[in-house]
């Protein structure tokens, strides 16, 4: 049910000015410029690649049951795009007392989440069995990266592991007791420690009678959490906030990287487009891209005040993302790209037009 509920959310976040399409892309993590986009615009953030192994034929089953159930219906006469229903509606605030989706930051956390998360299972079994003197195991984690970050990290606690594995325990339990207990169960029931083995995706489904996706997603929104909760508090959490990687990747898309560091070097669009032997609306893209995490961005550069301005009476008098319909309120000279880049300005709420 928690696929529900993300897709329900999603649709109800697009307000029909999308196609069910642009739910699939945000929960599966498509790196588009426009999905990239959608998640500021629409506040989406939080879902954005939280399971990246969805099939399109497995969401449009859930997406049809949806419908069927009346839980959304089509937006207009456009058989593409949906709005959620009264019921659908109600179906999701009787969900929240069940599982908190505001428990997934898929943006913010969805690198940090998998590294710690890879992290952690390899500590503890590692840590675990040392403990006892076993030192024949098969690790839950062949990732020589990782493996390389817990054997590091062993060397530093292998003097006292007593110690380590109280102290990890006591915060686990500490942060784990914020969380409902089926979300809390789940995520123990998975690692593996010294004579111990964790339990399968597979078998923690029919254990708590789930389906293998929702499985997963309970254990990604709890590692989202359990981050932002760390984060939050880290002296309460030194040794799991050891475990988080110190950066994020960036968000940004390589190709859009590279523009951003040619813009840098003083190479106009123009200048860009010739020597990436791209066609100009791509590097827009780029442009539309960066915007949307630099907050230096200097969009007077790109879009004259005056014309922010237009654009900006004309997005509050049609009260819609939808470009066309912004379009027509402009004048012929001002893009689509003006209005693109304006847009999620906007959505950044970093000054424009002023």
Request: proline share 3%; net charge neutral; glycine share 4%.
């Amino acid at each position: 049910m928690i696929l529900e509920g993300v897709i329900l959310s999603c649709i109800h976040g697009l307000q029909g000015e999308r196609s069910i399409s642009a739910t699939y892309h945000v929960i599966s993590g498509r790196k588009s410029i426009q999905t990239v986009q959608d998640i500021h615009m629409y506040h989406l953030k939080q879902f954005y690649s939280i399971y990246p192994k969805l099939s399109k034929s497995y969401f449009h089953k859930v997406s049809n049951a949806l419908k069927k159930d009346q839980l959304i219906q089509a937006a207009n006469s456009n058989e593409e795009s949906y709005l959620i229903t009264p019921d659908g509606m109600k179906w999701l605030d009787d969900y929240k007392t069940e599982f908190p989706l505001s428990y997934f930051f898929g943006l913010q956390y969805g690198y940090s989440s998998i590294v710690f998360w890879e992290r952690l299972k390899l500590l503890i079994q590692t840590v675990t069995n040392v403990h006892m003197n076993q030192f024949q195991f098969i690790p839950v984690v062949e990732n020589q990266a990782i493996e390389k970050w817990v054997k590091k990290a062993y060397q530093r606690i292998k003097m006292d592991t007593s110690a380590f594995l109280i102290q990890l325990h006591t915060e686990l339990q500490r942060l784990l007791q914020t969380f409902p207990a089926l979300m809390a169960e789940i995520f123990v029931d998975r690692l593996t420690s010294y004579d111990n083995y964790g339990k399968s995706i597979h078998q923690l489904a029919n254990s708590y009678f789930l389906t293998m996706i929702d499985v997963e997603l309970t254990i990604t929104a709890c590692l989202h959490r359990m981050i932002d909760i760390i984060n939050q508090n880290k002296h309460a959490y030194p040794v799991l906030n050891g475990i988080i990687p110190e950066a994020e990747t960036p968000h940004v898309t390589a190709s859009a990287l590279t523009t951003y560091h040619l813009l840098r070097d003083g190479l106009t669009v123009e200048a860009i487009a010739d020597y990436r032997k791209l066609r100009m609306n791509t590097i827009y893209d780029h442009l539309v891209e960066i915007a949307l995490y630099d907050s230096q961005f200097p969009i007077d550069a790109y879009v004259p005040r005056s014309d922010q301005k237009i654009i900006i009476r004309a997005f509050n008098e049609v009260n819609t993302y939808k470009l066309k319909l912004i379009k027509e309120k402009v004048p012929e000279h001002i893009s689509y790209f003006h209005i693109r880049l304006v847009l999620t300005m906007l959505t950044n709420t970093q000054k424009v037009g002023g």
